[in-house]
């Protein structure tokens, strides 16, 4: 190989774990949940690890196998795993990662069901958690201490579109041993480079830009095999058989096993289209973003506009950096009064009313109201969360129409 391969010539030209028998051009679904042996020795070699081979598909399977190398050959990565939904992939990662007793720093700036988990579920089972203010890096460096494990943050937080500086954090957690696990679920592979800016592990929802079009929940899990996983006592017990992948080892092998956290081969049919075509989507998704944006700006009866790809965004320009030029196609904007987001909401007829992200349709939601509705306010206000705000995720529809919707949606607020 000569010139490395840009993202969707890796992706779509990733060749086959093995040869179809079929000579087929695109990756089948493989919808088996067992695979047959010849002989008792052959079966006997596979589960007492002297032969690779998929024999269940709880623990693996062809067709995720596939979208697993797929994500691999474009990230550049040691390792992937392809699990049952974001979640699943910030959850085995931390519980692979941190033992009872250990401590995760974090921020209280997180996808909702993240922070709870977080909070509520790996407190609850001896796992401590300090949330700082990211933003912050002395606070960052105090909180961490010599139990700290992991620092765990999002590429861009939603809803508040904050913009992590990662080369600044990765330094500072490498400094103290502490892994950088981040979640770049806003910002995909094709767009965000991690192990250029020091990140230890991605974690990401392939619901949301990868499935293409919001038609498969699923998850991923990415080591980028520069952490050295000997040091963390809750792998130590790995490093004698897989030194080096310690922690996928132990995510495939026990926690993701025994979890029952898999993506099924349907899912990875999704995600392995979505792959294919998401370098065309996320262009126009943003280029969309960035126009709707230069319209609300021009709005008087929009208060403010957040969207990292405008000049206005206090991290603008590190955004460009970290990003290539394409930071999400999330934003958010600030009407007077909750009241009149709703009505924005409902005279909209191109933009639904939904919550999830980077659907091919252009989507609303009123994050206080629905997303942190478990909250009380002070947390909501502790998370940066106002009454006021709408989330919009902008979608691949022709840019005119979207603005001539909220043209008309906003005369009638
Ligand atoms: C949606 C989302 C998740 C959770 O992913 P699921 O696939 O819904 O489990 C985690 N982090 C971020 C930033 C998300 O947007």
Not at 24 to 49: C, K, N, R, W
Not at 262 to 291: K, P, S, W, Y
Not at 294 to 308: A, H, L, W
Not at 321 to 327: A, T, V
Request: charged share 20%; with cysteine.
């Amino acid at each position: 190989m000569t010139k490395k391969q840009g993202y969707t010539t890796g992706a779509l030209h990733t060749p086959f774990p093995k040869g179809d028998v079929y000579n087929s051009l695109h990756m089948p679904i493989y919808d088996s949940v067992a695979y047959e042996f010849d002989t008792s020795q052959d079966i006997e070699e596979v589960f007492t690890g002297k032969e690779v081979a998929h024999m269940y598909s709880r623990t693996s399977n062809p067709t995720v196998e596939y979208f697993e190398k797929k994500l691999k050959k474009v990230t550049e990565a040691k390792s992937v795993v392809a699990l049952s939904s974001g979640m699943a992939a910030i959850s085995n990662t931390l519980l692979a990662l941190v033992e009872p007793g250990g401590n995760v720093v974090t921020s209280d700036h997180l996808f909702g069901h993240t922070y709870a988990l977080l909070k509520d579920t790996l407190t609850s089972w001896g796992i401590e958690v300090k949330f700082v203010d990211m933003s912050q890096p002395q606070e960052v460096e105090m909180a961490i201490d010599a139990k700290t494990r992991v620092l765990f943050f999002e590429t861009i937080t939603n809803p508040q579109l904050e913009v992590a500086d990662i080369t600044a954090l990765s330094t500072i957690a490498h400094a103290h041993r502490v892994a950088v696990v981040v979640d770049s679920t806003l910002t995909p592979p094709y767009v965000f480079k991690s192990s250029d800016f020091g990140v230890d592990v991605e974690v990401m929802s392939t619901t949301k830009f990868i499935s293409g079009g919001a038609a498969a929940v699923g998850g991923a899990i990415v080591d980028n095999g520069v952490f050295d996983w000997s040091q963390m006592p809750a792998l130590t017990k790995w490093s004698h058989r897989f030194a080096g992948n310690e922690l996928v080892s132990r995510i495939r092998k026990e926690i993701f096993r025994h979890l029952g956290a898999c993506m099924t081969a349907h899912t990875a049919h999704f995600m392995n289209l979505g792959m294919d075509i998401l370098a065309l989507r996320v262009d126009r998704c943003v280029e969309n973003c960035l126009q709707l944006g230069v319209f609300f700006e021009k709005k008087s009866k929009i208060k403010s506009v957040s969207y990292p790809g405008l000049k206005s965004h206090p991290n603008y320009t590190l955004s460009l950096k970290q990003f290539s030029g394409k930071p999400g196609a999330v934003m958010s904007i600030d009407l007077e009064s909750k009241s009149h987001c709703y009505r924005l909401m409902d005279a909209l007829q191109v933009v639904r009313r939904a919550t999830n992200l980077n659907d091919n349709k252009t989507l609303i939601i009123h994050p206080w109201s629905t997303i942190y509705a478990e909250f009380s306010d002070e947390e909501k206000l502790k998370m940066q969360n106002r009454d006021t705000m709408l989330r919009i995720s902008v979608g691949i529809e022709d840019v005119e129409d979207l603005i001539a919707d909220f043209e008309m949606a906003l005369s009638k607020v």
